[in-house]
Structure formats: structure tokens, C-alpha cells
């Protein structure tokens, strides 16, 4: 291995990494545009620009010294990229000196040459390396007096990314990301010079499912998402840790939330899961569902209610039926938390033996990046929990024919439109009474007699175990009234503030609770304390009860990024996390 | 009954406690007052009108071609009382992002003028305007249909602020 000094810092890296990582390794950042961890090197933005030295070494090998006692040391002709250049043994590296900065100061100041003075109306402000690096390393000064260049604004690039010409610094990120992770090369440079602007091939279109992550990976606000463009500024949203529910790989992912409302979802580095990158689906489809079409209060018979008489009509529903005929059909779309509440309740409360939960795969869905056939966040949490009867028969056909055989009168349904389901069609006409734990309004909510707003998964907390039996901690990012005072809601500076008469501050706060929540407040009904106060409480049941959860919790869940199960004693080794947006305001 | 008498009538003297010398002398200022220049204005027959340094009631200027704003959002950003409310929306023309919403609330504004310091497009700027009468809270939420001001009424500030900004 490698010994290299870092700004006066002894440093064993790795063979064969290059200085960019070593420094990486002792978390110093060098200022780069094009060099991303997750693509091949291309070295063309010259930012990451450091003076690279070796000691004076004499006749004998042995290395030289002044009279003061320290190495002399010979500093390279020219800088090098760190990006691009390994470290060897004995290497000296100088970030921060007179040479260094000077060499930084000219690139910037060459860069911001042909860049417009858009930071007023770019998407990226805020959290753009360019504008980080112009204040941090420029001088502020530019010596540029001529008319800028002026290029094509809003160029389609694909259905999703819009490119502006203007903005670009030529790094050439989507390129590569374009060829090497979404694998449709469709992307190059065209022109040379100040004339040098990115197109898609003639006839082609940028519409890979990951090309929306191009949009976090500029490092200036040239590529903009068509779906956010100018929904908000980076600092009027705060930005909670979450996990995507679109299917069971679970990528990480971070929630932008203004006025209790997601306006954007974005990747989350986690090298263990999606390592930078998610879906455009996932993007695109996971959030307009927790912002619209939300059940907000209890419903008997169609009709609003409260909590209290909703939860006492329920257990006046489970009283008057024997348990053989209440089936509950759980969800592999709730969070291990629900489903372990859900199968208590099976158990201790109703005492039935008729519990499933549905599968729901889709072939067409996946492919071989991130994209999982199994569009449930935590199918693997329902199998190991034991949220089922039976094991493999958590398809809608078998169900719905345990309905019809044991003639069941009363289904709790938790999140499952089973209504629209065909499968289920013929069998629902015989059933009395559907108790429905719902997050959203569809045809379910018009044949049940009781429907209880659950809350989405952008409002709880909880934890997901994806296709790779990981448990991964979502954390709360919209407000309901249940979870409105809770401690560390990620809020930003106007949703803290707002005022009851102030316009900007009037997001609904939905009436809806988790389902763990409501099961608990049910099985009070009946007279049992569960005792839960927070989601922790029942994980920490979850812990306890299951062996393959043993020693997890959420505080080692967000530590190690997430914990496999049956495995929490030894978890992976922390690695080195890289985000291409570091100045995400923290408010 | 050791007490040592310090009263305000031992301290004073003879002319003091009869007060009439004392009185004269009010009653002349009183007088000269009388034949002083007045200053009081017949408020609202005789309006005052401020110069361009006052900064009255934070207004957006309107160009003939439309708002100069392109609701970059700093002036919310940088509202010490969160007055600012703005939405940005996209058109078609060279200025692609235009203010679908900008509401201010007058009664959080605190007339400080950092909205107008920050705004890079000189957008918003004080007005003259301190005649500020509201009857509800929603109606001192000023949108864009009160805030807008053609330029042509705003050259004062404008010129304030081209010489001391």
C-alpha cells in the first residue's frame, strides 16, 4: 500500500487509487466538476488540480534535508488532476498551498467565462458546485469583458430532461452516466471550443428509465427535470431521509417537502442498495400519491367521523362475528412495524388464522439495473414477520377462494384495493362487513362500511426489508396530525414559521395515522394495552420477538445505512459517502 | 427624634417657592412659539410626499413588456418576517420564469428594504406609498394585481437607488 502525505497528513491508499479517493479516505474533498465515483474518469474540467511533490532524494537514495530538518521536496513542473492521477509511494500532495489555489482561481474564472448569470432563476441554486466553488475557490474577479456566448436554453434532451446549452461547463457526466450506467449511449458533445454543446444522436432521444439522474449528477443547473422545473428553490424545501416504496429493491431516496407537499424525490448514496442512482419511475410516480387523493378523516358508511366512534363502530363489527369469519389481509406495502402490529392483532386480538397479504409483481417492470419484478417495498418483511397462513399463497386467486370456502363475512383490508381486484369480484358480494385501513380514495372506500385513514409512507417512521433482506429506516417528511409534534420533523424555514394566517403555509394535515397506530387503538377497544407510543416501540417488540432482528434498531438501522437481517451483529463496514449535492441547506 | 431634614421646600429658595418667575418664563416661550413658522400638515387635505430615499410599502415594477421579477425568490429568502410569498412559473419567452404568485403580507412586513437590497433584477423596490389601510388580515395579503407599479411612477426610488445602492 501506497504512503502519500496529504497536506501534511500520512496516508495509506490504496494501490492503485487515485489521489481524488485517497483524499476521499480522509474526508477531504478536492473541489471537482466531472469526476464522479460511480463513472470513469474523463479528467477535462481540471478543478481537482493539486501540486504533486516527491522528496529530494541524494546519491544513496536516502532523502534529503534542509538545515531546518524538514524534506526537501521537489515539486512537480505543472499540477496534476487528482482525479486522474494514482498515488505512488512517497508522494507529497499539496491541496490548499499558493499553487494549488492560483491553478484553482484560473479555472474558475475560465469556466464562469461563457456561464450565464442564471443563478436567479436555475433550478440548481443552491446546491450547485459551481456557485460552492465561486465562492470557496475564485477570486471573484473575472478579466472576461466581451459579449458572453449565447446558446440554445431549452433543448429537449429526452421526455424528462431538459438541457440548457448555456449553463453546461462541459463536463461530461451525462455523457458517461449515458453510456456506462443507463447503457443508451445517446448523448455526445458536438461543436468544439466555446461552441461545444451536448445533443443526442440524430433520430435518438435521452429516454433511458435513469436518465433523470443526469439531473443530480450536473453539477450546474444544465440539465433540468421537466416534472420539478421551477416548482421551488433548493432552501424553501427540506429534504428527509426515505426509502422508495415503487418496488422491493428500496432504493434510498430523499423527500423535497414544501408546504406539506413532496415536490421532488431524489437518490440517496448508499453503495450497499442503489449505490447514486434510482428510476425515473420511482422519482416520478412516489409522490403524487401521498400529495393527492388522500382519505383526511374516518368514514362510517360513507359518512365523516372521528376516531373515537370510527374505532368503536369497528370493534362492534369484530364483536359481532366469530373469528373464524374475519379474515385480515395485510400489506407488503406497509412497513415492518404494520405488519408485525397487523399480525398481533391476528393473533391476540381477533384471533383469527385467515391473515395474507398480496403479492404484486410485474414482470414488465423490471429490468437488470434497480428495477425489481416485485413491486412491494417489503415482501421480504412480510415473509419473515409470517404475515400469512400459509406460506406461497399470497396470490389474489387463492385468497379470494379462502374467502368463498370459509365463508368469511368480515375482511379488515389494510392498503389493498381488493375491490378493483378481479380476482376478488365474485367473492366480495358475500362478505358484510370490509373494515379498510386506507392512505388514498379508490373503489374499496365505496363498498366498505368502515374506512380509517392510514398514513403514507412519507409520514411515518418505520422500516422497509428490500429483495436483499436489508432493513432500511424511512423517516416521517409530511406532517398529519398525529405526527405533527414529534421531535426532529425535518421542516423548512417557512413550514416552521407559517402562521395559521399565513397563505403559504395552509398544506393539509391529514387526519390519518399509521396502521400499527390504529391496530393498537383497536385492540384498546378490546381492552388490551399495547403499550406502543412511537414506531420504535413496536420495532423494538419486532427486535425482541424475531431472531432474525436481533440486535438491530433504528439508530444502528441509520448508522450502517440499513442492517441485513439475521446479521445486525455484524454489519458491513461503513464506506465513504459520496453525494453529488453537498450544500443542501440546513435549516 | 435624631432626623435630618432635607426637604425639597428647605432647599429651595425665596424666588422658587413663589413660583410666578418661573411661570413668566413658560408663558414666554408659549408666546414666541405663536410666531414661529408651523410645521403641522392638514393631513389628509395636505398629503406629504417623501422622497425617493423613504421606503414606503415594498412594490414589483412593471416594464412595458411585463414584470421585471422572475421570482428568484431571494426577497422571500431574505424577509426577516417571512412577508414574501412568491411561486415561480415558466412561459415561453427569453425570460423564462416569470412570478405565477408573489404575495406580500403588510402585516408582516417590517418596511426593512432588504427585498429590495437583495434583488438581483432591481424587481421589488420601497415605494412611496405609507398610506397602508387594511380591514381584514386577508386583505393586507397584496398579490401581484396591487403590487405591480408601471416604472414610470417609481423613477425617484430608481434614481435613489442608482446613486446610493
Known amino acids: 500500500m501506497p504512503q502519500i502525505i496529504i497536506d501534511g497528513q500520512r496516508v495509506e491508499a490504496a494501490a492503485g487509487s487515485t489521489i481524488i479517493e485517497a483524499a476521499m479516505e480522509i474526508e477531504k474533498t478536492l473541489p471537482h466538476f466531472c469526476w464522479h465515483p460511480g463513472l470513469s474518469v474523463s479528467g477535462n474540467c481540471r478543478m481537482c488540480l493539486v501540486n504533486v511533490g516527491f522528496p529530494k532524494k541524494g546519491a544513496d537514495g536516502a532523502p534529503e534535508f534542509d538545515e531546518s530538518g524538514n524534506v526537501i521536496v521537489m515539486w512537480g513542473p505543472k499540477l496534476a488532476i487528482g482525479c486522474a492521477t494514482p498515488v505512488a509511494d512517497g508522494m507529497i500532495i499539496d491541496t490548499q498551498g499558493q499553487r494549488t489555489e492560483h491553478a484553482q482561481h484560473a479555472i474558475m474564472e475560465f469556466l464562469l467565462i461563457n456561464h450565464p448569470l442564471d443563478c436567479p432563476i436555475c433550478d440548481e441554486a443552491g446546491q450547485c458546485k459551481l456557485q460552492e466553488y465561486a465562492f ?22 429526452g421526455p424528462r430532461v431538459l438541457f440548457d446549452a448555456e449553463r453546461c461547463i462541459s463536463c461530461s457526466r451525462c455523457i458517461r452516466f449515458a453510456d456506462e450506467i443507463a447503457k443508451q449511449p445517446a448523448l455526445t458533445f458536438v ?5 461545444v454543446t451536448i445533443q443526442t444522436f440524430p433520430g435518438m432521444e435521452f429516454d433511458s428509465p435513469y436518465s433523470m439522474n443526469v439531473i443530480d449528477i450536473c453539477p450546474v443547473g444544465a440539465l433540468t427535470s421537466m416534472d420539478f422545473r421551477f416548482n421551488a428553490r433548493v432552501w424553501e424545501m427540506s429534504f428527509t431521509n426515505s426509502i422508495c416504496p415503487g418496488c422491493s429493491r428500496g432504493c434510498n431516496t430523499k423527500l423535497g417537502v414544501r408546504n406539506n407537499e413532496i415536490l421532488r424525490i431524489e437518490p440517496r448514496t448508499n453503495m450497499h442498495v442503489n449505490e447514486y442512482w434510482m ?12 400529495n393527492d387523493n388522500r382519505i383526511s378523516e374516518p368514514h362510517i358508511k360513507g ?22 369469519q374475519i379474515m385480515i389481509i395485510g400489506s407488503a406495502y406497509g412497513t415492518n412495524e404494520d405488519i408485525y402490529a397487523t399480525i398481533r392483532f391476528a393473533k391476540e386480538i381477533v384471533k383469527t388464522t385467515h391473515i395474507d397479504f398480496l403479492e404484486h409483481r410485474d414482470p414488465a417492470f423490471s429490468d437488470e439495473m434497480l428495477k425489481m419484478t ?6 421480504n418483511g412480510a415473509i419473515a414477520l409470517g404475515l400469512f397462513t400459509n406460506q406461497h399463497e399470497s396470490q389474489a386467486e387463492i385468497i379470494a377462494q379462502k374467502i368463498a370456502k370459509h365463508s368469511i363475512k368480515v375482511i379488515i383490508t389494510i392498503g389493498e384495493n381488493i375491490a378493483s381486484h378481479p380476482a376478488f369480484s365474485s367473492v366480495l358480494n358475500d362478505v358484510e362487513h370490509i373494515i379498510f385501513l386506507a392512505s388514498n380514495d379508490n373503489e374499496t372506500n365505496k363498498i366498505a362500511s368502515i374506512v380509517l385513514p392510514s398514513s403514507t409512507y412519507a409520514e411515518v417512521y418505520g422500516t422497509f426489508t428490500n429483495e436483499a433482506h436489508r432493513v432500511q429506516l424511512i423517516e416521517p417528511a409530511i406532517a398529519t396530525k398525529e405526527n405533527e409534534r414529534f421531535m426532529g420533523l425535518k421542516m423548512s424555514r417557512w413550514d416552521k414559521l407559517g402562521a395559521y394566517n399565513d397563505r403559504w403555509s395552509q398544506g393539509e394535515k391529514r387526519n390519518s395515522r399509521p396502521v400499527w397506530n390504529i391496530l393498537s387503538a383497536i385492540a384498546l377497544q378490546y381492552g388490551q394495552h399495547w403499550n406502543y407510543t412511537s414506531a420504535e416501540d413496536v420495532f423494538e417488540s419486532v427486535v425482541s420477538t424475531y431472531t432474525l432482528f436481533h440486535g438491530m434498531s433504528y439508530v444502528l438501522l441509520e448508522e450502517y445505512q440499513g442492517l441485513l437481517l439475521g446479521n445486525a451483529k455484524k454489519p458491513e463496514s461503513k464506506k465513504v459517502v459520496y453525494e453529488s449535492h453537498l450544500l443542501k441547506p440546513q435549516i | 427624634m435624631n432626623i435630618k431634614k432635607n426637604t425639597e421646600l428647605e432647599r429651595m429658595s425665596f424666588w422658587e417657592k413663589i413660583y410666578l418667575p418661573e411661570i413668566a418664563r413658560g408663558l414666554s416661550l408659549t408666546f414666541k412659539q405663536m410666531f414661529e413658522p408651523t410645521f403641522t400638515r392638514q393631513y389628509p387635505e395636505e398629503r406629504w410626499i417623501p422622497t425617493g430615499s423613504y421606503r414606503g410599502r415594498p412594490v414589483l415594477v412593471l416594464e412595458e413588456d411585463g414584470e421585471r421579477c422572475v421570482a428568484c425568490g431571494l426577497c422571500s429568502r431574505v424577509c426577516p418576517a417571512l412577508a414574501i410569498e412568491v411561486q415561480a412559473g415558466e412561459t415561453d419567452n427569453v425570460k423564462e420564469r416569470y412570478p405565477a404568485k408573489f404575495e406580500i403580507n403588510m402585516l408582516r412586513c417590517i418596511y426593512c428594504g432588504f427585498c429590495e437590497e437583495v434583488c438581483p433584477e432591481e424587481a421589488i423596490i420601497m415605494s412611496k406609498d405609507y398610506e397602508l389601510v387594511f380591514t381584514s388580515q386577508e386583505e393586507a395579503i397584496l398579490g401581484k394585481d396591487k403590487l405591480l407599479i408601471p416604472i414610470a411612477q417609481l423613477q425617484d426610488r430608481l434614481e435613489f437607488l442608482r446613486q446610493y445602492k
Do not use: M
Request: hydrophobic content about 25%.
Open chain 1, 191 to 195: 461543436q468544439r471550443g466555446d461552441h
Open chain 1, 303 to 324: 359518512k365523516h367521523t372521528d376516531w373515537e366512534s370510527a374505532l368503536i363502530a369497528v370493534h362492534e363489527v369484530l364483536q359481532a362475528y366469530n373469528s373464524s
Open chain 1, 279 to 290: 428510476c425515473d419511475a420511482g422519482r416520478l410516480e412516489q409522490y403524487s400519491f401521498v
Open chain 1, 374 to 379: 416485485d413491486r412491494t417495498p417489503n415482501h
Open chain 1, 136 to 157: 470557496n475557490h475564485s477570486n471573484g474577479k473575472s478579466r472576461f469583458i466581451e459579449q458572453k456566448n449565447h446558446k440554445d436554453k431549452r433543448v429537449k434532451l
